[in-house]
Nanobody, 120 residues
Framework: VQLQASGGGLVQPGGSLRVSCAAS????????MNWVRQAPGKQRELVAA???????HYADSVKGRFTISRDNAKNTVYLQMNSLKPEDTAVYSC???????????????WGKGTQVTVSS
């Protein structure tokens, strides 16, 4: 099983960035896919989730600015981030789960994260 996140980087406040997560080794299409972020000294935060059928859920902190999507043919989940703020700076990781959970121990597969830094 592998989840490989990519696309992070340095962006100015107000800018946009898209991160991707390519999955392999499991039946991607039947899993919920989640983007979780963690900033230094802060707890992990579920940013966005997408069900196997494409329904989405967002944290209040990113609603209206971030969009999660998936391409089951490519086994890839995306997170489009617009109107970025310095407080969005964090390591963004993707994770697969069988349902929508706030208990991260229930997430079955995790990828290594990608750093997103929002700074002028």
């Amino acid at each position: 099983v592998q989840l490989q996140a990519s696309g992070g980087g340095l962006v100015q406040p107000g800018g946009s960035l898209r991160v991707s997560c390519a999955a392999s080794g499991f039946t991607f299409s039947i899993y919920y896919m989640n983007w979780v972020r963690q900033a230094p000294g802060k707890q992990r935060e579920l940013v966005a989730a997408i069900t196997s059928s494409g329904s989405t859920h967002y944290a209040d902190s990113v609603k209206g600015r971030f969009t999660i999507s998936r391409d089951n043919a490519k086994n890839t989940v995306y997170l489009q981030m617009n109107s970025l703020k310095p407080e969005d700076t964090a390591v963004y990781s993707c994770a697969a789960s069988r349902g929508q959970y706030t208990d991260y121990t229930l997430y079955e597969y995790w990828g290594k994260g990608t750093q997103v830094t929002v700074s002028s």
